[in-house]
């Protein structure tokens, strides 16, 4: 029986250093827990740019099609703001997400204990946190036609049209619904029924696929109201299903009650492959952060949690994401901080690798 595969493509700014201590699990798991992968790795981005005019290769998006999971770093910087649209470095990640048709994007907000003081809010009301968006990715306003800008009269129009289709909805809404099944069965859905037509259909559609999962708790809540209460008592959510637009934005707000972006990962996830898993890319919230790129200062756990999603998404091994979150857990409880986790009452400093070696030796007492 053949391992199961990764391609990791690292991309640019802090992207190669964060991967590098992702590295450094992987190779623990093989090593420690008898979990080998076929590891692979190839160009992105900025850096695929560099070697090859375009932001991703022919070549490489064969072989993300072709491998178990791909987990990426991150994309773009300066150096690459002035070229055309169609090569911008972001446009490669754009290219992996719409070609392996990953319509379901889940972004966790966990708030470790260690960190409840790092957030805006009050410490009791994100203590504890653990929820789960679900956005979803390959369709809605960001790509709905006709877009554009137009001459109208005498003077430019800005087009952009919020399309859905039942598929779509019901899609997304079943992974969503999956997720819950898998956590608190409570799953709240968020659009503006109450004034966009879209928003009508995703409500009915997300209903009706609501009947398959009876054991589910399903609500609907306006996503502007879902943005307040996710400020007001983000711990009422467990799992929120909503649109892409509507995703990006409650997603950010509800990355930051977390307290730091150097913390979070994601998933986006496709249709089940051959094997029953499906398509699958992960990777930190984070971005590129150029203008630490190169000092040994970013926090690779986002990167690191990233993986754990793969562990528990692509390659069913939830045991095992389990001990790899664990042992974030006890580091952080430890003390141990990077530059960007370093609050008033200090802590023990150290670098990007410095963090992965603490968290392997969380991992080998864990043993």
């Given at each position: 029986m053949s391992n199961p595969s990764l391609l990791i493509l690292p991309g640019d700014g802090i992207g190669p250093e964060v991967m590098a201590e992702v590295r450094k699990i992987i190779?623990?798991?093989g090593a420690k827990r008898g979990?080998?992968?076929d590891v692979s790795e190839d160009l992105v981005g900025g850096a695929a740019y560099d070697a090859h005019g375009k932001?991703?290769?022919?070549?490489?998006?064969?072989r993300a099609l072709a491998v178990d999971?791909?987990?990426?770093?991150?994309?773009g910087g300066?150096?690459?703001?002035?070229?055309?649209?169609s090569v911008k470095p972001e446009r490669g990640l754009l290219r992996l997400r719409k070609e392996m048709d990953l319509f379901s994007n889940l972004r966790p907000a966990q708030c470790f204990d260690a960190l409840a003081d790092f957030s805006s809010l009050k410490k009791d009301v994100v203590a504890g946190l653990d929820i789960m968006i679900v956005r979803e990715l390959t369709s809605g306003v960001y790509f709905g036609e006709p877009r554009g800008i137009f001459e109208e009269g005498n003077e430019r129009v800005g087009v952009n049209t919020q399309r859905y289709t039942e598929s779509e909805i019901a899609r997304v809404a079943k992974s969503a619904f999956e997720l819950a099944m898998r956590r608190g069965k409570k799953l709240c859905s968020m659009e503006k029924a109450n004034v966009m037509e879209s928003g009508i259909l995703w409500r009915e559609v997300v209903t009706e696929v609501a009947k398959d999962y009876p054991e589910v708790e399903l609500s609907h809540m306006y996503?502007?109201?879902?943005?307040?209460?996710?400020?007001?008592?983000?711990?009422?959510?467990?799992?929120?299903?909503?649109d892409n637009l509507f995703g990006d934005l409650l997603s950010d707000c509800a990355a930051m009650l977390t307290g730091s972006l150097g913390m979070l990962p994601s998933a986006s996830l496709g249709a089940p492959m051959a094997n029953g898993r499906p398509k699958a890319l992960y990777e930190p919230v984070h971005g590129s952060a150029p203008d630490i790129a190169g000092q040994a200062k970013a926090n690779p756990i986002a990167c690191i949690l990233s993986f754990a999603m793969a562990l528990r998404y692509s390659f069913d091994q939830g045991d095992e994401a389990a001990r790899l979150e664990a042992a974030i857990q006890q580091v952080?409880?430890?003390?141990?901080?990077?530059a960007d986790l370093m609050g008033p009452e200090g802590g023990v400093a150290v670098t990007t690798s410095g963090m992965g070696d603490a968290i392997i030796q969380a991992?080998?007492?864990?043993?």
């Open positions: 190779d623990w798991f979990l080998a992968f932001p991703l290769h022919d070549d490489t998006m064969a999971a791909v987990l990426l770093g991150a994309v300066p150096k690459y703001d002035n070229l055309d649209f996503a502007d109201n879902g943005a307040m209460q996710l400020v007001r008592w983000p711990k009422q959510f467990d799992v929120i299903v909503t952080l409880a430890d003390g141990v901080r990077t991992l080998d007492a864990s043993l």
